[in-house]
């Protein structure tokens, strides 16, 4: 470690906005809530967010993460389970009220409002393109609103081209919520050359979260020596904006989980940091990433704000009547 007088100085350019958003908020709220309600065990159907630090401090809470509601052994029958903010397919309320359980659904309203755009499609008789990436969960949860045959995975401009559809006067388009704002606006210009008559939605599929933190990385990339953006290797989001940064001009680009993963030896001679997180990942590890560097440099931080975000999407009316402690808060706001 250096003297403060030996460290060399660097300037972390810091996003605002970043981090968590409103539909990542409501849906570890929802968990915090049911557990104070209901009490452990609470089961949760996938990752609720995509974030390890998320997911082990609501385990230590007493959530019990799942892949599939048959993972809920018999004598926990009457324990709650929650879906995932990424949205589920159709069929696994339908699993659920089958099987008798109590469940209460953590999809975010903005990926609700995808499903409903993409079922108003399909009711005016039109085969849905889905823009998104194979096997994420949103995905699938989306894929799952509709009939097999009802719709086709469009991820690359060659898929575009590839696509033969039974009439190409009867089709629309929807979108997963935390796509590059850049790639997609490519492939949608590929199929609408393609197909005129393709019809949009009525609301814009890819979310104000999404769209505001490509945005702020963008202004803050230029020139930065070193861009990192805090989040997991499963965050679609996150990943868009480590190529946001590189794609904006930052010199080099990472995702990083954790201060401990930061690759030192590699960061060598920097003077500006561009630093921001993805919308599941908390701000305490933010902190913790800018601490690490006060460490080794003599840190300035240039807080860049491009947008204010006003979002915030209540909870469901059953879980309303239940306090949150400031200690409760600050988890579910990611500052502990
Ligand atoms: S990234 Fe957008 S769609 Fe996803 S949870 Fe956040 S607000 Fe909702």
Redesign the pocket.
Known sequence: MHDTATKPPLTIRLCQPRGF????DR?IQIVVLALKKYGAPVYVRHEI?HNRYVVEGLQNLGAVFIEELNEIPDEHHDAPVVFS?HGVPKSVPADAQARNLFYLDAT????SKVHKQAMRHRRHGRHVLLIGHAGHPEVIGTMGQLDEGGVTLIETEADVQNFQPADPEALGFVTQ??LSVEDTAGILRALQERFPALQAPAAESI????TNRQEAVKETAPGADLYLVVGAPNSS?SRRLVEVAERAGAKMSLLVQRASEIPWSGVGDIATLGLSAG?SAPEIIVDEIINAFRERFDVTVELAVTATET?DFPVMRALRDVELTPADMAFVNGTR
């Not at 975010?108 to 990926?111: E, I, K, M």
């Not at 979310?207 to 999404?210: K, Q």
């Open positions: 958003c409103a539909g990542v849906a967010v903010a975010c309203p903005l990926v919520t935390t979310c104000y979260a999404t989001n919308a979002e």
